[in-house]
């Protein structure tokens, strides 16, 4: 097991207790975030009704045993002053969540200039984990109809045939915990009018309706609500009135989108996300 923190200003490594530098001694935080609710009473009804409910900020205590000179408790310094990276390694599963060291503790000498205890305590604005790396895939790809050998049948094909079609429409699987929202990115290798990408298992849409020029990139950024072009910037007015990007998000489980536009020519179509998780387990 290793836990990393890191930010522009360097990185510190924190380990099991053969570790060679920082030994983690106990860590506190890593389990299901505190629920918040808003709640209704009615008169003359006993309790209350839970009308909604949200995660909210988690909080990341850990302590340790810092072998090293006071070189190493400085450096460690510099990295808490800004916002950071929390990583966790075990096992084959990789976490990442964002934290902020609201209160550092100073660094308490067990053997003088060799060895710190410290203990560190993390607020997590965000209280979800997610994966290290948010992987791209292609939703919008074109298909070879042709086979390429004898053993695929090269020899009877019957003309006139189609040699390439287009798939607009994948099935993406959120393997986390909650809903997460992605980034799209589309390219157009054609002028067109319209692009839509339809979320058909939760029924939401984005649909942007401009003249969209032949090598432009759009950028769909749902989780900050943004809509760029890579020739006139942010076109997020050019969504239609009955747009809700906000709706936009992946479900827990199989998701399947599918992308149209009104041109024939191929668009290189990708999404990306990282799951998010509401807890992990340190072994």
């Not at 002053?81 to 550092?104: D, W």
């Not at 798939?167 to 002028?191: C, F, H, Q």
């Not at 029924?203 to 759009?218: D, M, N, Q, R, V």
């Given at each position: 097991?290793?836990?990393?923190?890191?930010?522009?200003?360097?990185?510190?490594?924190?380990?099991?207790?053969?570790?060679?530098?920082?030994?983690?001694?106990?860590?506190?935080?890593?389990?299901?975030?505190?629920?918040?609710?808003?709640?209704?009473?009615?008169?003359?009804?006993?309790?209350?009704?839970?009308?909604?409910?949200?995660?909210?900020?988690?909080?990341?205590?850990?302590?340790?045993?810092l072998?090293?000179?006071?070189?190493?408790?400085?450096?460690?310094?510099?990295?808490?002053?800004?916002?950071?990276?929390?990583?966790?390694?075990?096992?084959?599963?990789?976490?990442?969540?964002?934290?902020?060291?609201?209160?550092?503790?100073?660094?308490?000498k067990?053997i003088?200039?060799?060895?710190?205890?410290?203990?560190?305590?993390?607020?997590?604005?965000?209280?979800?984990?997610?994966?290290?790396?948010?992987?791209?895939?292609?939703?919008?790809?074109?298909?070879?109809?042709?086979?390429?050998?004898?053993?695929?049948?090269?020899?009877?094909?019957?003309l006139?045939?189609?040699?390439?079609?287009?798939?607009?429409?994948?099935?993406?699987?959120?393997?986390?915990?909650?809903?997460?929202?992605?980034?799209?990115?589309?390219?157009?290798?054609?002028?067109?009018?319209?692009?839509?990408?339809?979320?058909?298992?939760t029924?939401?849409?984005?649909?942007?309706?401009?003249?969209?020029?032949?090598?432009?990139?759009?950028t769909?950024?749902?989780?900050?609500?943004?809509?760029?072009?890579?020739?006139?910037?942010?076109?997020?007015?050019?969504?239609?009135?009955?747009?809700?990007?906000?709706?936009?998000?992946?479900?827990?489980?199989?998701?399947?989108?599918?992308?149209?536009?009104?041109?024939?020519?191929?668009?290189?179509?990708?999404?990306?996300?990282?799951?998010?998780?509401?807890?992990?387990?340190?072994?």
């Open positions: 097991m290793r836990i990393k923190i890191q930010n522009k200003y360097g990185s510190f490594e924190i380990g099991g207790g053969s570790h060679k530098n920082a030994r983690l001694l106990e860590i506190a935080g890593l389990g299901l975030p505190t629920i918040e609710p808003e709640t209704v009473s009615f008169a003359g009804q006993p309790g209350y009704v839970i009308s909604s409910k949200t995660d909210t900020a988690r909080t990341i205590t850990m302590s340790l045993d072998l090293g000179c006071p070189f190493d408790v400085m450096k460690l310094y510099n990295i808490l002053k800004e916002k950071c990276e929390i990583l966790f390694f075990f096992g084959s599963t990789r976490r990442k969540i964002y934290g902020i060291c609201l209160n550092p503790c100073e660094a308490e067990i003088y200039k060799r060895m710190y205890k410290i203990v560190l305590q993390f607020v997590c604005e965000n209280p979800y984990f997610t994966d290290i790396h948010a992987p791209q895939t292609a939703l919008a790809t074109r298909v070879d109809m042709f086979p390429t050998s004898y053993e695929d049948g090269m020899g009877y094909i019957t006139p045939a189609v040699a390439t079609v287009r798939e607009s429409e994948r099935t993406v699987i959120n393997s986390g915990d909650v809903p997460v929202y992605p980034l799209l990115k589309a390219v157009a290798n054609g002028d067109m009018e319209y692009i839509l990408f339809e979320n058909l298992t029924g939401a849409f984005i649909k942007l309706e401009y003249a969209i020029c032949e090598g432009e990139e759009i769909v950024d749902v989780e900050n609500r943004e809509i760029t072009s890579s020739i006139y910037g942010n076109v997020l007015n050019k969504q239609t009135s009955d747009t809700v990007i906000s709706s936009f998000y992946l479900e827990e489980g199989e998701n399947s989108l599918r992308v149209t536009s009104d041109t024939l020519s191929p668009i290189s179509i990708s999404i990306s996300f990282a799951n998010q998780y509401k807890a992990v387990m340190i072994e």
